[in-house]
T-cell receptor, first 111, second 113 residues
Framework: QQQVKQSPQSLIVQKGGISIINCAYE??????FPWYQQFPGKGPALLIA?????SEKKEGRFTISFNKSAKQFSLHIMDSQPGDSATYFC??????????FGAGTTVTVRA | DTGVSQDPRHKITKRGQNVTFRCDPI?????LYWYRQTLGQGPEFLTY????????KSRLLSDRFSAERPKGSFSTLEIQRTEQGDSAMYLC???????????FGSGTRLTVV
């Protein structure tokens, strides 16, 4: 049973556009929500993370929006670049250890 | 410190053989995790160590799987009597308790033929 549901499965965006990936969770005990970026043949790399006491966190071109009441969070990639083409995973955990991952979104940025 | 190291990067084995993977975490991290990732899916939790103690094992980890972390440093994951369904990327990660974020290694890709 997947505890974190992620959509869309894939998306294509033009260079300079905005990529938006959405995730939903059921377990209200989750208290840490990271996003990971993964390139082919590599392990996932932590991109940005948020805790439920804030509704938004921005780091460079990457922003997490968090809606605690709806149990949803999303990743926005602004000014998308070809180097952003990768698979993105949302995840959630409680007590800072075991992560439950979404199924991933493959982002393709067209030049 | 160069991050989390995993060895080997790739392993091809015949069904029924035993395989062992090694993970060297970031030295100051006291938590170590093993995950499994199949094509087109997110990583799935297998097991977790805090220092040398194995504190949780997923039900995905059948009796053919065993993990150790002697002396709280490197860890090994052994799969006995491999099956084709074991083919996957095996990812190791480490973290410092309370920090939230993991650092993953590049994984060991296992192919069982």
């Amino acid at each position: 049973q997947q505890q974190v549901k992620q959509s869309p499965q894939s998306l294509i965006v033009q260079k300079g556009g905005i990529s938006i990936i959405n995730c939903a969770y059921e377990n209200t005990a989750f208290d840490y929500f990271p996003w990971y970026q993964q390139f082919p043949g590599k392990g996932p790399a932590l991109l940005i993370a948020i805790r439920p006491d804030v509704s938004e966190k921005k780091e460079g071109r990457f922003t997490i929006s968090f809606n605690k009441s709806a149990k949803q969070f999303s990743l926005h990639i602004m000014d998308s670049q070809p180097g952003d083409s990768a698979t993105y995973f949302c995840a959630a955990s409680m007590d800072d250890y075991k992560l439950s991952f979404g199924a991933g979104t493959t982002v393709t940025v067209r030049a | 410190d160069t991050g989390v190291s995993q060895d080997p990067r790739h392993k091809i084995t015949k069904r029924g053989q035993n395989v062992t993977f090694r993970c060297d975490p970031i030295s100051e991290h006291n938590r170590l995790y093993w995950y499994r990732q199949t094509l087109g899916q997110g990583p799935e939790f297998l097991t977790y160590f805090q220092n040398e103690a194995q504190l949780e094992k997923s039900r995905l980890l059948s009796d053919r799987f065993s993990a150790e972390r002697p002396k709280g440093s490197f860890s090994t994951l052994e799969i006995q009597r491999t099956e084709q369904g074991d083919s996957a990327m095996y990812l190791c990660a480490s973290s410092l308790q309370g920090s939230g974020g993991y650092t993953f290694g590049s994984g060991t890709r296992l192919t069982v033929v």
